[in-house]
C-alpha cells in the first residue's frame, strides 16, 4: 500500500517535471525562428529571387522552412543587413522587392506603430491627437529632439513597454500619422495624455487639461 | 508474491531513475534560462552604463568650452566653440533620453540642457553671419558657464554613487511615482539656485513654444454662434446630426462638434471661440477609391477654405497618396505667396468630399504685412541658382526661413536627373537661403 502510494506520487512529481521541462524548452526554441512576410505568393516571390542570387535550392513552394530562413540570413549576411531572419522592408529592398505595406520613410512607419499601439480603438481625431503629442514632445525642450527618441524614451509610453508597438499599424494608424507630420493638432501643443480611467500615477492628474477625446485627456 | 514484489521493485527503479533524469534536465534548462535572464540585464545595465558615462563626458566637455567661450572674445573660435557647445548639450539629452527616468522626474534640466543647445547654435549662426553678440548675450554665456560648473560638481560626485549601485536595479525600484535612479538625478538641480533664462529666437526656446497668435483679434462666440458657423459651412450636414462635444482650452480656444454627413461619415470640427472660425476638421477615410482628379479636388478645397473666410487662397502643393489629395492652400499678396500662413486641406478622391482642413497656421500668421519690393530681378535670381540645376518656374515668395523669420525670396523650382528641387534665392541680396528636395515615396512626395 505505502508503495503504491510512493509510486504515484512519483508518477505525479514525474508529470509535472516533465511538463515544466516541455514549457521551458518550448520557451527556448519559440524565439529563433521568426519570418514576417506578408502571403504566401509573397514568399514565393523571396524564394525565387533568393534561387536567381543562389543563396536558395529548394523548391518555390511559398514555406519559409529552415533552408529558406537560412537563405534569408546568408542573403543578410551578405548584403550587411541585420541577420535575424526577418524579411523587413530593408531586406525586401535589398531583394529587389517593395514591401506590399509600404513604409519607406521610417518616421512616418514608426508614429503609425506608436499610434495603432497607444490608440486602437479611439475616434480617429483621438488618434491623430497621439500622433501629435509625439510630434510635439519632439519640439519640446524637455523631451528627446527626435521621433525614434521620444518613441522609445523608457517608460514614456505604456505600449512601447509591453511591446505592442511591435504590431503592425493598420490603415487608420498611418492616416492619423501622416496627419500629424502634416500639421495637424487637435490638441494645440499637448505633451501628455491619459485615461482617466486607468491612470494611475498622481502627478499626471497635476497637468492641465486641454481637451477630451474619446477616452483621453490631452494635457499640458 | 516475490515475484510480484521485485516487478514492482523493478519499476520503482526504472521511475526513479526517469525522474533523476527529468529533474536533471529540468534544473539545467533552469539555470539556462536564469543565466539568459542574466545576460540580458548584464546587456541592459551596459547600455545605461555607456549612456550614463557619455552623459557625464559631455556635460564635462560642455562645462570646459563654456569657460573658455567666457574669455576668448567674438572670433571664428569662438564660433566653433559654440557649434560644439550645441552638439555635446545635444548628445546629453539623447542620452538622458535612453536613461530609465521616470517621466516629467527631472523636466527641468533636460528643458536647460535643451535650450542651452538651441541657444549656443543661434549665438553661433549670428557669429557666422557676421553679426557680433550683444552685452546680455554675453553675459548670459557667463551665468550658463556657471550653471554648468554646479551641473558638472553635481553629476561626478553622483557617478561615484552610481557605479556603484547599477542604474537597472535603482530603475526598477520604485517610490511613489518616480523611480529610485530619477530620484537620484533630482540632486542634479540644487533647489535654490535658479536656471539661467535665454532669450532668444531658435530651436527649444519659449517664444516659440507660445507663438502668438495674430489673426484672431475677435471678440468670443457662444457654442451656439459657432454651431451656426458650422452649419454655414457644411452645407451637406443636418442639424440634428451634430453634437457638441465641449471645449478646447490650450494654446487655441476652440468649441468641438462631431458631426455625422449624409454618407454616416463621421467628422470632427473645431471652431475657435474668437469670432467662430473654423480651424481644423479631421476625418477618418482610407477608402483608396479614386472618382475624381486631382484638379477638381483643388477646386473642392479651394471652395471650402472660401466658405470658412479664408479668400485669396492659391494652391501652391498637392499630392495623392492613396485615395486622398492632400492639398495646400497659401494666400497671395501684391503676386507674393504667403508660405507662412499655409492652409493644409485634405480630400476624399471617392467622394470628392473635403476630409480634413487645418488653417493654424494661417491664423497664427495672417497679418498685414508690410512686404519689400524687391531689389533682385527675376533673371538676376536665375542666375544665383547652382548651374547643375534647370529652372522650371521663378515666383516671389515670403519664406518662414529661420525661427519666427520671413524673409522675401525668389523660389525657383528646378529639375536635375528627373528629381524636382526648390532653390529659395533671397529677394534682397541674392543669397541662396534654402534648398529643398522633393522626395518622392511610396507615402507621397516629401519635401526635405
Known sequence: MKKRKIFLFMLALFAILYSGTFVLIDAFSS???IVITASQSENKQIQQRLKELGYYTGNIDGIIGSQSLRAIKNFQRDYGLTVDGIVGPKTLSALGLSSSSSYTSQDLYLLAKCVHAEARGEPYVGQVAVAAVILNRVDSPEFPNTISGVIYQPWAFTAVNDGQINLEPNDSAYSAAKDALNGWDPTYGCLYYYNPKTATSEWIWSRTPVVTIGEHVFAI | ????????????????????????????????????????KVDLENIYQRNYSELVDNINNSEIKLSKVAVSGEN??????????????AQATTNLGALPISINGISETIKFINQVSGYTQTLSNKLDRGESLSQQELDTLVELKDAFTTLKDRINEMSKNIYNGKIYDASVAFDGDLNKFTQLLQNLKSKDVEYPAMIYDGPFSDSMVNKEIKNLDFSKVTSDVAKDEVLNVFKNVDENSITYLGETNGHFKTYDYKLVTTSDHSMYV?????????????VGDFDDTQ????????????????????????CVWSDVVGGDAYINLAPVESGVILYPDLVKVKVDLNS??????????????????????????????????????????????????????????YENICTHEGATYYV?????????????????????????
Open chain 2, 424 to 448: 529659395y534665392v533671397n529677394a534682397t541680396d541674392g543669397e541662396i537661403e534654402n534648398i529643398l528636395k522633393v522626395v518622392d515615396t511610396d507615402n507621397g512626395n516629401l519635401l526635405m
Open chain 1, 31 to 33: 524565439n529563433e525562428e
Open chain 2, 291 to 314: 472618382n475624381y482628379s486631382l484638379e477638381s479636388a483643388i477646386d473642392s478645397a479651394i471652395k471650402f477654405t472660401n466658405l470658412t473666410g479664408i479668400k485669396d487662397a492659391i
Open chain 2, 270 to 282: 473645431q471652431v475657435t471661440q474668437n469670432g467662430a472660425k473654423i480651424l481644423t476638421l479631421s
Open chain 2, 1 to 40: 508474491m516475490e515475484k510480484s514484489l521485485k516487478r514492482s521493485n523493478i519499476v520503482l527503479i526504472v521511475l526513479s531513475i526517469i525522474l533523476a533524469v527529468a529533474l536533471v534536465t529540468f534544473v539545467v534548462l533552469y539555470g539556462i534560462s536564469m543565466s539568459n535572464q542574466n545576460k540580458l
Open chain 2, 352 to 409: 470628392g468630399n473635403v476630409v480634413g482642413f487645418e488653417a493654424s497656421s494661417y491664423y497664427t500668421n495672417h497679418t498685414k504685412r508690410s512686404l519689400k519690393t524687391p531689389t533682385l530681378s527675376i533673371q538676376n535670381s536665375k542666375d544665383e541658382v547652382p548651374s547643375s540645376l534647370y529652372v522650371k518656374e521663378t515666383r516671389l515668395c515670403l519664406a518662414p526661413l529661420e525661427y519666427n523669420r520671413e524673409i522675401l525670396c
Open chain 2, 76 to 89: 571664428a573660435y569662438s564660433r566653433n566653440l559654440l557649434s560644439e557647445i550645441s552638439k555635446n548639450t
